[in-house]
């Protein structure tokens, strides 16, 4: 798993690609270094880069501490728009050399594409690729939110009132408008195809298996208990989420130390 957190902000988020994990690192990253800056701190490393851990984002040294009480969030996609985001962005150009799961090239179309993740075992799949149940772990991680990328406006209020008012603002260097792409490229057998490797997806995060919904949100949010419908969005308050990560943050804690 991939965590993400700032110095003093009430939030670690769950790295999960193509479901506007730019978006939410870049605020996180900008409203820590708002809060520096009032303190009297101007200068940081890399904080135009939201991929990259510098003094106001980390994903190094995450600790357990008592009365810490962080919201543990991360954002999810339709596995349709998700897949198609993934090949357009990873897939179907020279940067497909660099998954082996695609056989160091790019695959023929997207038809294709997609028979190599289903041939591959989901759990070697690159992250970009990989469905996100195994990405987000959430039968272990007791999340306060799962927000749906189609339905940014919880993930904005949320964020709003975490971080002090500061606004989320849309940062996608690696988007593909793979929306607006659905009826051109998805082919029955596409379809077929994306049902079976996202299986998991479609039922535990709910979304329609009808690709013509593919931009609708289940919901406002996931959470362990529930889908929250829209009319029901509350303002959330952290409950036992940092706590269900401790397994995670002590073998990450044993690799930074490189004891395994």
Not at 96 to 105: D, N, S, V
Request: glycine share 4%; hydrophobic share 35%.
């Amino acid at each position: 798993m991939d965590l993400w957190w700032t110095p003093q902000l009430p939030v670690v988020y769950v790295n999960n690609p193509k479901c506007g994990c730019s978006t939410v690192k870049n605020t996180l990253k900008q409203a820590q270094a708002s809060r520096f800056r009032k303190d009297g701190l101007e200068v940081f490393r890399q904080l135009t880069d939201p991929h990259s851990s510098d003094d106001c984002l980390k994903r190094r040294g995450l600790r357990l501490c008592a009365g810490d009480r962080r919201l543990v969030i991360s954002c999810a996609r339709n596995p349709y728009t998700r897949a198609l985001s993934a090949y357009l962005d990873k897939g179907c150009d020279a940067q497909a050399a660099y998954f082996p799961e695609l056989l160091g090239r790019p695959p023929q179309d997207f038809e294709s594409f997609l028979e190599l993740l289903a041939r591959t075992r989901p759990t070697t799949l690159d992250p970009h690729f990989c469905p996100q149940r195994i990405n987000l772990w959430p039968s272990h991680v007791a999340y306060d939110a799962i927000f749906y990328l189609e339905n940014a406006g919880a993930l904005r209020r949320t964020l709003r009132h975490a971080l002090g008012d500061f606004e989320l603002e849309t940062f996608a260097p690696h988007s593909r408008k793979a929306q607006q792409k659905l009826q051109t490229l998805y082919t029955p057998r596409a379809i077929e195809l994306v049902q079976q490797i996202y299986a998991a997806d479609f039922e535990w995060l709910g979304y329609s298996r009808d690709v013509t919904r593919a931009m609708e949100a289940p919901g406002a949010y996931w959470t362990p208990h529930a889908i929250v419908p829209v009319e029901e969005e509350g303002r959330l308050k952290p409950a036992s989420g940092l706590a269900s990560l401790k397994s995670v943050i002590r073998y990450q804690s044993l690799i930074e130390a490189r004891l395994i």
